[in-house]
């Protein structure tokens, strides 16, 4: 169309153009038409009919009519075509970790949504409710992420006789029962003598390790809504349905599962009693003797490691809705009239003629007066000439139609 509608961009797909002067929209129309690939459908005529849900996925629907009827549950819907994305759950074992690389890896990302289409409607009238649909597809899920490779013990810790770094003090309440079972046949005075200068210290192995369960992949962004534009002469009788959104953000696949972490190194016990370093094994006594020390510090290496280990899906976003989406404005005959093109006219003036030859006074008057309030402003002799024509038939009809309905018979 042009005028005060604005044009459509010239379609990468197919058009199919119609210019009959009654069409029935329906879906095995159009279901035709998306076989034949068609993008654009080009809709001239007097009347319309829109029967059923007329599905075309992301294309442009461009209709010019006396009259448009929507029958009961119709709709012309141009939404995006929907995405497949990926099985949630679905494990594709080349993402698991390997005894190289613990972590599973993240999952591929799911298809973006696609865009909806542009419904443009002009009409003189548009009777029942007109149920126009040009949403913007979700996008799709997201590939679940690897496993994590699973059971990798832990490294013993070293047993130098000396301080490292990461060696953890232990507390002197617990050093007095270390040099108690270090020294049981020294009496109380003797193990207080050294106990004031004794000093222990607890060195971990590494913690056993799992992988991390890969991520999902970045889930689709949804389609970018279209738009639709309904210009109408007559007041409309009954609130049309129009949508035209974004399309949602796609779901994330499932995290892959962690991998069960292997056994923890063994650790050890440095003890200084004043006259060199000892390394002790830890074995059943000094767990019972030193648990609170050793539980204590298992759980601050178990906790610096979860903090290391988060990883964090990355989310998706929804499709744009466009600022000038949805606009349903009445319009005046010199507005449609710049829609309307000669060959559309001729057509009317057609229609018309043939109404009367066939007795159809009612109808025949509908269209003259379409034709002539289409031509009333013509500045090019073409459209004088037609709007004469009207002009003389509608003088020649006025007293025999007076009474009659102006229907589409």
């Known amino acids: 169309m042009s005028g005060?509608?604005?044009?459509?961009a010239v379609p990468e797909r197919p058009a199919l153009r119609v210019l009959l002067p009654a069409v029935v929209l329906d879906a095995a129309l159009l279901a035709g038409a998306a076989a034949g690939q068609a993008g654009w459908i080009v809709v001239r005529a007097d009347t319309v009919r829109i029967e059923g849900r007329c599905?075309?996925?992301g294309a442009t629907v461009d209709i010019l009519a006396r009259r448009i009827e929507f029958a009961p549950d119709s709709a012309i819907d141009v939404t995006g075509a929907a995405t497949a994305g990926c099985d949630a759950a679905a494990r594709d074992p080349t993402l698991d970790g390997t005894a190289q690389h613990l972590d599973g890896r993240q999952g591929a990302g799911g298809p973006n949504g696609n865009d909806g289409g542009l419904i443009r409607i002009c009409a003189r009238e548009v009777v029942g409710t007109a149920t126009l649909l040009a949403n913007g597809s979700a996008g799709g899920r997201s590939q679940r992420g690897g496993d994590?490779?699973?059971?990798?013990n832990g490294q013993n810790a070293r047993r130098d006789a000396g301080l490292l770094a990461g060696d953890m003090p232990v507390p002197p309440g617990a050093v007095a029962g270390i040099v108690r079972m270090l020294m049981p046949g020294v009496d109380s005075y003797q193990r207080a003598r050294y106990g004031g200068h004794a000093q222990a210290w607890l060195r971990f192995g590494t913690l056993g390790q799992g992988g991390r369960g890969g991520a999902p992949g970045r889930p689709g962004d949804g389609g970018s809504s279209g738009r639709i534009i309904l210009r109408h002469a007559i007041p409309l009788a009954t609130t049309p349905i129009l949508a035209a959104s974004g399309g949602a953000a796609g779901k994330p696949g499932d995290f892959g599962a962690a991998g069960e972490p292997g056994a923890d190194g063994a650790h050890v016990l440095l003890v200084n009693l004043g006259h060199g370093y000892q390394v002790h094994d830890i074995d059943m006594y000094w767990q019972y003797e030193l648990q609170g020390e050793l539980m204590g510090g298992l759980a601050q290496l178990r906790a610096a490691a979860a903090s290391a280990a988060a990883i964090v899906a990355e989310p998706a976003q929804a499709g744009m809705t466009l600022p000038d989406a949805v606009s349903c404005t009445p319009a005046s005959s010199a507005e449609l009239a710049s829609e309307c093109s000669l060959d559309y006219l001729e057509l009317i003036r057609a229609g018309a003629s043939r109404d009367l030859a066939r007795a159809n006074r009612s109808r025949g008057l509908a269209r003259y007066e379409w034709l002539a309030d289409l031509t009333r402003n013509a500045t090019d002799q073409a459209?004088?000439?037609?709007?004469?024509?009207?002009?003389?038939?509608l003088a020649a009809l006025a007293p025999a139609a007076i009474a009659l309905p102006a229907t589409d018979g």
């Open 55 to 57: 599905l075309l996925p």
């Open 148 to 152: 994590g490779f699973a059971h990798v």
């Open 383 to 393: 459209r004088q000439d037609l709007h004469a024509a009207a002009m003389k038939a």
């Open 4 to 8: 005060s509608v604005p044009a459509a």
